[in-house]
């Protein structure tokens, strides 16, 4: 049974930095991409970041030179760390691995 859980949201202020823990269970980093999402309020969910099987990484331009999308083969675990978090950077943070996705977990940018 695969299962992917995401950790590490939370309230933070403008300007501020946040990492987000993606552990999965079930399934190998090793051969598969993994990919970070978001979903803000009454918004569609969109892609903000992608780690290949080979490292190589993409990411949405509204992110990028804030966010850092890693991952850790060996303990199963994809992270992303966000600096310069905006209020437009607010909504539910989802991880993705092939048709899985995890629970997700909640970012909130606010003063």
């Known amino acids: 049974q695969v299962q992917l859980v995401e950790s590490g949201g939370g309230l933070v202020q403008p300007g ?5 823990s ?3 269970s079930g399934i190998m980093f090793t051969n ?14 969109e892609f903000v970041a992608q780690i290949g099987s080979d490292h190589t990484t993409t990411y949405a ?5 804030r966010f850092t999308i ?13 600096n310069e978090l905006k209020p437009g950077d607010t909504g539910v943070y989802y ?9 997700g977990t909640q970012v909130t940018v606010s003063s």
């Open 22 to 24: 993606c552990v999965a």
């Open 61 to 65: 331009d509204s992110v990028k030179g």
């Open 16 to 20: 501020g930095s946040l990492e987000l």
């Open 70 to 82: 890693s991952k850790d083969t060996a303990r199963h675990t994809s992270y992303l760390q966000m």
């Open 95 to 103: 991880c993705q691995v092939f048709k899985f996705w995890g629970q």
């Open 32 to 45: 598969n991409a993994v990919a970070w999402h978001r979903q803000a309020p009454g918004k569609q969910r």
